[in-house]
């Protein structure tokens, strides 16, 4: 992952991560550039959303889906 320096557009170096919970963590950051800038910073790093959900095996879907269904639906799709 690359991060730039909000001061002088340099590149810059994660020096660590602390989690705040599960889906974001703040990030220490310092500008590579020293000489002429030396900015430290914390930035903040979250899970937004999915662009692809993840898989889910065949029969968890299955039965995700059918449960949503009337019972009348469900019995007629296991044939009773």
Do not use: W
Not at 35 to 51: E, R, W
Not at 67 to 73: D, H, R
Request: charged share 15%; hydrophobic share 35%; net charge positive.
């Amino acid at each position: 992952m690359r991060v730039t320096c909000p001061n002088c557009g340099s590149n810059a170096t994660i020096s660590s991560r602390e989690n705040q919970s599960t889906h974001v963590a703040d990030l220490y950051v310092s500008c590579t550039d020293v000489k002429n800038c030396g900015a430290t910073f914390v930035s903040t790093l979250a899970f937004k959303h999915y662009l692809n959900p993840p898989r889910q095996t065949t029969a968890q879907l299955a039965a995700s889906l059918i449960s949503k269904l009337p019972k009348e639906e469900q019995l007629s799709l296991i044939g009773l």
